[in-house]
């Protein structure tokens, strides 16, 4: 299945989602308890309830396409390991405060570890640069043979996709990428029109629910 989404185009991609569930949910709109009341029968779908499952397959397709950059062009630990340190914890998260990105990574133990780097490349290209390293900024120095929680704060990022990894350099000048992560910081107007678009779907729902306990308040009993 990944290979055949793989050949299509992310618009492709998406209608293909947004018709199997709209098949799963006009399924589901036909389904009715033992005396005959449906359970879902506002489950009939309008225009802006395929919307709302477009939107939802959208932001489902975005994240299987992050997850295949981020997989992209890796070396050291995080080819081995990048879904242990996920599970662990392990690996790169981020916040995003004010516009800017703080990046936050931790490590178990650290052998012949003399810091950490911090790359940065907009999504979809291959070259990174180099946001900090050790050599400039202290608190990327190793911790010691333990390990340690290390935090970046780049304030230097712009909106727009962008991948961040760490990367490791030993005492004898050796680089392995250690954690890495895909970030979309959004523009303001981005951001209003999400919280807006949030607020719509929060509304849908109450108004879904309470119109299914209108319809059958006893739940069939």
């Known amino acids: 299945e990944e290979a055949e989404l793989d050949a299509l185009s992310m618009e492709e991609e998406v209608e293909l989602l947004v ?11 036909n389904l009715r308890n033992e005396k005959g009341v449906e ?3 506002w489950m009939g779908i309008s225009e802006v309830d395929e919307n709302k499952i477009r939107n939802l397959m959208r932001d489902r397709t975005e994240a299987r396409r992050r997850r295949q950059e981020q997989e992209r062009d890796v070396s050291g630990n995080l080819f081995r390991d990048s879904q242990a340190q996920e599970l662990s914890g392990t690996g790169l998260s ?9 990046l ?12 950490f780097i911090v790359k940065r490349r907009a999504a979809k290209t291959n070259d ?6 050790y050599a400039d900024f202290g608190p990327l120095a190793s911790k010691g043979r333990e390990g340690g929680v290390y935090r970046y ?14 990367s490791e350099e030993d005492n004898a000048g050796n680089e392995a990428d250690v ?3 895909l970030v979309e910081v959004e523009t303001e107007d981005e951001q209003k029109a999400a919280l807006i678009a949030g607020v719509g779907f929060g509304v849908f729902a109450v108004l879904a629910v309470v119109a299914g306990i209108a319809i059958d308040p006893m739940n069939g009993y």
């Open 19 to 29: 018709q199997k569930e709209l098949g799963k949910t006009k399924r589901m709109s």
């Open 39 to 41: 359970y879902a029968p």
């Open 94 to 102: 981020y916040k995003i405060i004010d516009g800017e990105v703080e």
């Open 104 to 115: 936050t990574w931790a490590t178990k133990t650290e052998s012949d570890t003399k810091g």
């Open 128 to 133: 990174y640069s180099v946001v900090a390293s």
């Open 153 to 166: 704060l780049d304030s230097t990022v712009s909106p727009g996709g962008w991948v961040y990894r760490i």
């Open 179 to 181: 954690c890495q992560c």
